[in-house]
């Protein structure tokens, strides 16, 4: 079946510009991750929802970064008055809550804020 | 706040060749989970093998084991018989067994390059 998409692939945005990312889970998956990988470096925890509760923020560096999933399925995170330190892959997982753990991740969103 | 680390930023070895990748990690918890995660050049994380840290038996797929210390602290991941297709960044992962808390914990990652 479909695994998570995420569009655009890529953006590039002038700093200052608003972003909105999207991300398609996997049909089923009650859990949906954001994460955000710098060049170089691991993935870093952004934001947690269990259907369309939004259960962990903590990982949002800023209140310039804002996510939704209104139905429990499609998210979109929201990047207001880009950066250029906001430039990274943003990935997006999902998971069946409680059934392995495993989070399956999308192809990721390049952002480069110029 | 849990911390996992890899030492090793890349590492390269000859096609059928065994390679060995580090991980350690910090916490204070006693029920979580660890992964091993493979970044392909196409960057979709695949996820390779998963430990629960209650299960003292080292966990198994295929070619890939690894190599679970809990006293220790450590979480190597070893592949056997290289093949090409392995060429990918890795990550060791970290999370707590906690509903409501589910985010995975990253390394930096290892380069890891199979030469023909």
């Known amino acids: 079946g479909a695994g998570v998409s995420q569009s655009p692939r890529y953006k590039v945005a002038k700093r200052g510009q608003d972003v909105a990312l999207r991300c398609d889970p996997i049909s089923g998956h009650v859990s949906l991750f954001w994460y955000q990988q710098a060049l170089g470096q691991g993935p870093e925890f952004l934001t947690y929802?269990?259907?369309?509760?939004?259960?962990?923020k903590s990982g949002l560096p800023s209140d310039r970064f804002f996510a939704e999933r209104p139905e429990g399925s499609v998210s979109t995170l929201k990047i207001q008055r880009t950066q250029q330190e906001d430039s990274a892959v943003y990935l997006c997982?999902?998971?069946?809550?409680?059934?392995?753990?495993?989070?399956?991740f999308g192809p990721g969103t390049r952002l480069t804020v110029t | 706040a849990q911390t996992v680390t890899q030492s090793q930023p890349e590492m390269s070895v000859q096609e059928a060749e065994t390679v060995t990748l580090s991980c350690t990690y910090d916490?204070?918890?006693?029920?979580?989970?660890l992964f091993w995660y493979k970044q392909p050049p196409s960057r979709q994380m695949i996820l390779v093998i998963r430990?629960?840290?209650?299960?003292?038996q080292n966990a198994t797929e295929n070619r890939f084991s690894v190599n679970f210390q809990k006293a220790a602290k450590s979480f190597s991941l070893k592949i056997s018989d290289s093949q090409l297709g392995d060429t990918a960044m890795y990550f060791c992962?970290?999370?707590?067994?906690?509903?409501?808390?589910?985010?995975?914990?990253f390394g930096t990652g290892t380069r890891l390059t199979i030469i023909p």
């Open positions: 929802f269990q259907n369309e509760a939004q259960l962990d």
């Open positions: 430990q629960e840290a209650y299960k003292q």
């Open positions: 916490t204070s918890e006693n029920n979580y989970y």
């Open positions: 997982a999902s998971s069946l809550r409680g059934i392995a753990y495993e989070q399956y």
């Open positions: 992962a970290f999370m707590k067994k906690d509903f409501g808390n589910e985010k995975l914990t």
